[in-house]
């Protein structure tokens, strides 16, 4: 980084909470929100301490307080909406509430019942979320967090794979010589290298590499997955469910029989412990590579209502795909919360990405 993108970043780091102290953000949405417009916000583990150290995996957790205070400040000046209805108002083209704004959950972290749930409760907020069925009740955890705690308990694990060819060569070539902060970035690279592996299901991998190591380490509770008893729990407080597939795979590299087994099987195993119909649907990562008219079209075969990406970008009924609903990744800071809902929301033409690139109009 050089001193002149070192200085924008101080003076970014200054102005977004001073705009966001002086009441401007608000100031905006209330003023200059552009009606007929939504956000999905979508989140995935929600810690119980304050801080993200040693607490929350990967980049994808904020803690409880701060999630708090981002519910807070949507009973206050956003309008919550149940997912459903908002699918039910862009496929009848109704007009959607001023503000309007949802709350997803992907994969089915314990944390969501432990410490979502009861704050969405005391604020009296709808939210969705999308299960990864094969994990749930089962003592197993997402293979994402198991392979990092793999990796903790036996270091050298990197060159087991290496010799068997389940390792990339940069990924090799850098590990040693790695300090513990570039480890933990090359553990990440290994995790998105498994994802986009056309021959083996990501969990496939880590049966295959357990047999190989003596592995007795599973991840700390902060990374069980729910329970089905905190599902029909949640369920009779007015939370909705939806199906993330059974193993979590990237599913442009599965036949269409074994995505329309992953869809069908998630579907039902909700349906059978809820109750009732289970209309939604969550692309797995959720990226533009990671699913494709093929998926989409199984996704409607087998019965879903909709489906959500990880696309950024708001959601306006002139214009959308029910079945590729983008949504987008809540900072854990109030005020960079704030101001990207604001931006969102305000911006005089509907901002969406493609891959990598962001599309305005």
């Known amino acids: 980084m050089n001193t002149f993108q070192k200085v924008k970043s101080r003076i970014k780091r200054f102005v977004v909470p001073a705009l966001f102290r002086c009441g401007y953000y608000s100031w905006l949405l209330h003023t200059k929100g552009r009606s007929n417009r939504c956000l999905i916000l979508m989140y995935h583990r929600i810690g119980s301490r304050n801080d993200a150290g040693g607490c929350l995996g990967g980049q994808d957790g904020i803690s409880r307080s701060s999630f708090e205070k981002q519910m807070q400040f949507l009973r206050e000046h956003m309008t919550p909406m149940p997912l459903s209805v908002l699918v039910k108002s862009l496929k009848f083209r109704r007009r959607i509430p001023p503000r309007a704004v949802v709350v997803t959950f992907d994969d089915g972290y314990a944390d969501n019942y432990l410490n979502a749930y009861p704050v969405l409760k005391k604020y009296r907020i709808p939210a969705t979320i999308f299960l990864a069925t094969g994990y749930i009740s089962t003592g197993r955890r997402f293979w994402w967090d198991q ?21 990339p060569p940069e990924i090799k070539e850098g590990w040693f010589s790695a300090g513990p902060r570039n480890q933990h ?10 994802w986009q592996h056309q021959n083996m299901r990501p969990d496939k991998w880590i049966e295959l590499l357990e047999q190989e190591i003596e592995h007795n380490l599973l991840p700390s509770d902060d990374y069980a997955p729910l329970s089905w008893e905190h599902v029909q729990e949640m369920s009779r407080h007015d939370f909705d469910f939806g199906s993330h597939t059974v193993s979590h795979p990237n599913m442009v590299h599965l036949s269409s029989r074994e995505v329309e087994e992953e869809l069908g099987v998630s579907k039902r195993t909700i349906e059978q412990h809820l109750g009732r119909p289970v209309e939604g649907f969550a692309y797995p990562i959720g990226r533009g590579e990671h699913y494709d008219s093929r998926i989409k079209a199984l996704v409607q075969k087998v019965g879903f209502q909709y489906a959500c990406t990880a696309q950024l970008g708001c959601i306006w009924p002139e214009k959308w795909d029910i079945f590729s609903l983008n949504r987008i990744s809540p900072p854990s800071s109030l005020p960079y919360f704030v101001r990207d809902i604001s931006f969102y929301l305000t911006f005089p033409y509907p901002v969406t990405s493609h891959g990598n690139r962001i599309i305005i109009g």
């Open 185 to 194: 970035e090359l553990v990440e690279s290994l995790i998105s290298h498994i």
């Open 147 to 167: 392979l990092r705690a793999m990796i903790r308990q036996n270091p050298d694990l990197p060159l087991l794979m290496a010799k068997k060819g389940l390792l």
